[in-house]
Every structure is written in C-alpha cells, then in structure tokens.
C-alpha cells in the first residue's frame, strides 16, 4: 500500500539495529503480514539484521510468537525485550513474563501506552538505545 511504501526507518534506528544485531537476536513479532515487513526491511536496509520475522500469517497470536521464539533461540523472558508502540503488545509481552519498552513515536500516544505500564517509555532512538542499554 501507499503507506508501507511512505515507512521510512529514521538513520538512528538503522544504527542501532545494526549494533545490536551483533550481540543479540532481533526478531519482529507484528500483526503484519511477514513479508510485508520483509520488504520494508530489505528496502531500508535492515532486513540482514533480523533473524525472524514472525507475522500474522505465522500466528495471529503475539503470546504464541514470542513463546516461538523464546524456545526457538534457548532465551529466557528476563532476558529478552519487547519494543513496541501499542498496549495490546504490552499486555501480550507480559503473559509470556517480558517486560517491554515503549517508543512514543508509534501508534499509541504516551499516555495510553502509560497505561498498559510498560518498563519504560522513550521518546527517541537515543533514549531507545539507553533503556535497552539500562535493562
């Protein structure tokens, strides 16, 4: 569609998606059609980073995709984080025993995502890469 066409991931994130895809797994669980978000990826130059791209035509369910890719890599869910930007990711995160950082800039506004009482909430790639850093 014309706005996944108009998605643009700011250079900051790319950056930090590339540090981390280093030292960590980087998987994306959406609602989203899998190769939807592969396109994207592949567009703006981050696909390579991601290990898994687990979308609703994987599971509509992000409790079971998570629970996936829990057992799929040997992680514990103190060990891992969910980044999102709306309420239902934080409460879904939550079952499974993940804590989640909300990002500001997404679907839900600050004081709704407040409300789901996610373990943090930034405003920007920096304050992103800080929580992560800090969690």
Partial sequence: ?????????????????????????????????????????????VGIYFKDILGTDVNTSKVVKNKMLLEK??????????????????LEARKCEIKSIAVSWGFHEEKTLLKASPARIVHTPSELLEAIKGM
């Fill in 1 to 45: 569609s014309a706005k996944t066409r108009e998605l643009k991931i700011p250079q900051a994130l790319k950056d930090i998606i590339r540090d981390f895809s280093s030292k960590y797994v980087l998987a994306i669980v959406s609602s989203t059609t899998s190769y939807i978000i592969k396109d994207i990826l592949v567009r703006e130059g």
């Fill in 73 to 90: 890599y040997k992680v514990k869910p103190e060990e891992s984080i969910f980044i999102t930007d709306t309420v239902g990711d934080i």
